[in-house]
Structure formats: structure tokens, C-alpha cells
């Protein structure tokens, strides 16, 4: 079945630093590849997304390409700041965007002035 | 923008007792899914509901769960008698195209 594998957490930077978070993924066919961000006390949000290989999504800084070579969508950010602290959550659906996600267990986020 | 609404935001019940989580999905949106998150555990999928049927349900989704969608508006979660391992955050989540998922705030449930 699919299956999600992202980085562990806590993951803690300074202000304006480089951030990576990596996400790899088992899936059949061509799924569609998430990242959703959950801020403290609040909902699941879509942070971006990519549909086929060698698309990038970006939102907010963000960005995330997804590799079908390397089965892999890492989150990257050049400069964070202490408003992203959050959790993000990578990801996937199979063939037909009606089908369930199945999730990453999620990575922590803190940034630091 | 508009948003998935979840109530209750949290839930204490006792083992053994029945809750209903409810949702209000957004308007326009076809399909809606009830997924979980045990602390400190993945984000796992429930079920999804589409016409008002159930599509697909996870292993998770035994016979003690149920979802139905009473008045058009609302999507309910009921779990007949509550196991402790039941505590966990409950999302709710809709979806019609062209649009990824939309997700609710979840309710925390604790069963006692």
C-alpha cells in the first residue's frame, strides 16, 4: 500500500536560516504529493502541492519538487521565520484526487530569534 | 475563504459511552472524510462518504464507527461505545475539484 516517510522532529532553527525537511514515498501509479502544516491549536492546511513528476509547488517561501526518480518531496524554505513554527505533514493521494490521504507522521518546527 | 467547522473543539467521555463528533463541511464540497490522529501517532484515514454512501473505509473503521450525513449540511462521526484507545484527534476534512482537501480544526476526544 502507499506510505509516507518524513524526517523526525523536533526539528529547531534559528531565524533566517536554510530549512530542509525530507519526505519520501511508497506509492503505485502516479499520486499527487501534499504538504499540509498544522499551526498550534488549529487545523490541517494545505501548503502546497504537486501533481505530476518534476512539478514544484511553492506557497509562502515554500517549495517542494517532486522526484519520481528518487520517490521523494523535501520541503525547503530559504529563510525561516518564527511564524513557521508549526508541524508540517507530508502527504500523498493515489490516481484520482478523491482517494484518501495517507500522512507522514509529521515534523515539528521550531524557530528561534 | 471558506472553512470546514468541527464540533465539539474537545470531548471527555467515559469508556463504553457513545459521541457524536460533528462536521460542517464546506458548502459546494462532494466528498467528505473523517481521519484520526492518536497522539503522537500518523494522521489516519477513516473513511470517506461521497453521495451519500461510504466510498471507502480504512481497518480502523469497524463496525462501532458510522457516519452519515442527517440534514444536507452536517457530517457526523458516531462512535457507539467508546474505547480508550479511541482517544485521539478527529478530523474532518471535504474535497470537490479543483481544490486539494480542505481540513476542520479537529475535535480532541479522551475517553476515560
Redesign the interface.
Known amino acids: 500500500g502507499n506510505s509516507v516517510t518524513q524526517m523526525e522532529g523536533p526539528v529547531t532553527l534559528s531565524e533566517e536560516a536554510f530549512l530542509t525537511i525530507n519526505c519520501t514515498y511508497t506509492a503505485t501509479g502516479y499520486p499527487?504529493l501534499?504538504w499540509?502544516v498544522q499551526y498550534p491549536?488549529?487545523?490541517?492546511?494545505?501548503l502546497l502541492?504537486a501533481t505530476k513528476a518534476d512539478d514544484k509547488g511553492s506557497n509562502k517561501g515554500f517549495e517542494a519538487t517532486y522526484r519520481k526518480e528518487t520517490t521523494s518531496f523535501h520541503l525547503e524554505k530559504g529563510s525561516v521565520q518564527v511564524s513557521d513554527s508549526a508541524v508540517y505533514?507530508c502527504?500523498l493521494?493515489g490516481a484520482g484526487?478523491?482517494?484518501?490521504?495517507?500522512?507522514?507522521?509529521?515534523t515539528r518546527l521550531q524557530v528561534t530569534l | 475563504e471558506p472553512e470546514?467547522t468541527?464540533t465539539p473543539s474537545h470531548q471527555v467521555t467515559q469508556m463504553g459511552q457513545e459521541v457524536i463528533l460533528r462536521c460542517v463541511p464546506i458548502s459546494n464540497h462532494l466528498?467528505f472524510?473523517w481521519?484520526r490522529q492518536i497522539l503522537g501517532?500518523?494522521?489516519?484515514?477513516l473513511v470517506?462518504f461521497?453521495n451519500n454512501e461510504i466510498?471507502?473505509k480504512?481497518e480502523i473503521f469497524d463496525d462501532q464507527f458510522s457516519v452519515e450525513r442527517p440534514d444536507g449540511s452536517n457530517f457526523t462521526l458516531k462512535i457507539r461505545s467508546t474505547k480508550l484507545e479511541d482517544s485521539a484527534m478527529y478530523?474532518c476534512?471535504s474535497?470537490s475539484?479543483p481544490?486539494?482537501?480542505?481540513?476542520?480544526?479537529?475535535t480532541r476526544l479522551l475517553v476515560l
Open positions: 499527487s501534499f499540509y491549536g488549529e487545523g490541517l492546511q494545505l502541492k505533514f502527504a493521494s484526487t478523491a482517494s484518501k490521504l495517507t500522512f507522514g507522521t509529521g | 470546514v468541527q466528498y472524510y481521519y501517532q500518523k494522521v489516519e484515514f470517506s461521497y466510498s471507502e480504512s478530523f476534512a474535497w475539484l481544490v486539494p482537501q480542505y481540513f476542520g480544526p479537529g
